[in-house]
């Protein structure tokens, strides 16, 4: 396949090119919206189910944590869509300050995934012979407030008098939040990869007004998989907080 | 491009895709992003799972000879028509016409220069080859023993057979779909030659436009599902296990939300193909392109609609149930649209009994009967009487095999001098045609009936007063095996010693017969210019068709 400058051979103009990568992006991404779109519904059914176990889970999580990244996660939204803004517009220094900018914020949201990873792991939440809902109210560290140990245990013992599959039921939440949010973190992996991709390619200047194609469709990615979060955090961290 | 008349050829043209060399030997085809060479890159390796699948076949057949079973154990058994049902479904039937015809052709008859994303369609065929790899260490490794349709808690907690493999294979084959589908989107999006409207497009591109649709929006929900049903095996999740709370329903509406509209991935390219032959041999317009074309897009929408009648006896709510019948029946209009249009093109045309005609003609026949057997299956009660019996593994044959299969056999034979440059043995593939219906008909028939006298599918033993019915099944098999061979060998054979081809020898309309066969790596010299339209014979004197040869039919049959 040759290549004329920027021009692949078997297209025949620019604009026909960048049609065809942005059109292919698009589809690509209502993929992702059916590969997410089975999990969604497999996460509603069983929280129709089991709705008082998956909201005694849903509390086990890190509001703070996940607060937190929504935000990071927003802000990357942010540089990604200046990053794409100044390639358009032929800023040349921008675009990589921009790029370097969205990937530190996306490596500070995996970063704070593995902390609270290992939280659960701390806290016998991860699916398997060792779950148990109860082991942190019932074991808890010298750092921990003697006060929310308290709620928690309240908490729980409330939902295992009215669910006493609380454990099997939580497990389904678990395994949930963690195929759930592993999957997003996997597409953050694959659009860190993209971004470190991209900065190699805007330091060699190649990304000019008329030549920006993979900063746009690589941000039109990002921007995806910031969206399938804005929709995680609400169901995975949000469900039971009213009271 | 003009429509000049065309001059006699005797020799292949100097230069084409399969001369061409990009560096040296192997390399040039595994690292080709030539769209034709990928095509029979495909070609190759679903000839492959096509052997493994119909030897397996060939057990079953021969087990199913003597009542108690004349070859393996029960256990075995399963394996059998497990790994059968995985290799052809999976492996051969989806990617079969649009990875390998649809590939090939979908550029030319649009006169683009390849698909928008050469390189993407080069590692879906990649992706393809590893997924295969995959599930081959699973049959090697223990086989599969859960039915093609993986339902849990059997394929997550009980199997003792090589599930997870299998399914990861499964799983990473579906981005090769995906990225087909993709591909030939953008690429009927985009690439279109001047001129090359979307109602001059030739049929067989409309009927890939709907799969690819089938394909982007499908096979993710099967990927996620699947995936989900190995990471429960794997780690002893509970999704779909209900001792620990979750719902096996949940996986079959996931699974059939795919699974239903994958049998419209297999059947909507065989129906593009015969959209092509048919009018090419009846020398007529085909009657009714718009209609042929919407219905395919209609197959496509509504096929995602009636998953559900897949679980009529899984106690879902009667409305659910009546409304997914009703549903199925829909699908029924726009496939009768295009049967009623395909007989219609025939009425009062020029008809050449070439060997591409004959299998198209097979094609309608086996597809009505397989058609109408679904209405059956369709209807809620009579549903409740055949499920899971041998009925039911008739009807999706007919559809499966004596419609996607002949399809494909007969896409062979008519796109065959365009992919080498040579012609085929014509007596011996009309044979070999006939032969196909005769042992297609032989085998699949008979257990219609057996299924409806109550032989349940997947049982390795049944009552002696079936066995009449079965032997028949199993001659039948032996028949329809020898259907398969003889052209896999006259094709072979003609790849060096057939007569040369010329770059339209039946006549056909399409684009991709004006230019050589086989083709410039290019496809086109220039860039054609489209300012006729599809499938008119009348004002293409550059096919040839004037004095001495049969006249060309009116457009119209009553004129």
Redesign the interface.
Known sequence: MHRTGQLYGHFETLEQQKESAALGMWVFLVTEVLFFGGLFLAYTVNRGAFSTAFGAGSNTLDIKLGGFNTVVLIMSSLTMAMAVWSAQVGKKKLVSIFLIATLGLGTVFLGVKVIEYKQKFDHHLIPGQGFDMRYRSEHPRATDDPKEIAIEKEEVEKTFAVDQDTNAHGQLYFSLYFAMTGLHALHMIVGAGLLVWLIKASFAGRFTPQYNTPVEIVGLYWHFVDIVWIYLFPLLYLIDRHR | MSNTPPTLVRELPHKHYLNATYGAGLRSWLLT?DHKRIALLYLASVTVFFFIGGVLATMIRIHLLTPGGALVTPETYNKLFTMHGVAMIFFFLIPSIPAVFGNFLIPLMIG????????INLLSWYIYVIGGCFVLYSFGTGGLDTGWTFYTPLSSVYSNSAVTPAVLGIFINGFSS?LTG??F???I???RAPGMTWFRMPLFVWAHYATSLVM??????V???LL?AG?ERM?????FNPA????PI?FQH?FWFYSHPAVYIMILPAMGVISEIIPTFARKPIFGYAFIAGSSIAIAVIGFLVWAHHMFVTGESTYAALTFSFLSYLVAIPSAVKVFNWTSTLYKGSISWDPPMIYALGFIGLFVIGGLTGLFLACLGLDIHIHDTYFVVAHFHYIMVGGAVMGYVGGLHFWWPKITGRLYPRSLSRFAAVVLFIGFNLTFFPQFILGYLGMPRRYHTYPPEFQVLNVLSTAGASILALGYLLPMSYLTWSMRYGRVAGPNPWPATGLEWKTDSPPLT?NFEV?PVVTWEPYDFKNRPDLGLGTGTPSPAPAHGDD
């Open positions: 992003t683009a220069k390849d698909l928008a994303f050469p390189k995906i993709l591909n989107i953008v690429t999006h985009t690439m982007i929006l499908g096979t993710p929900v990927a996620i599902t989900l990471l780690f002893h999740l509970g999704f620990l709370g979750g719902d949940l996931l290019e860039t």
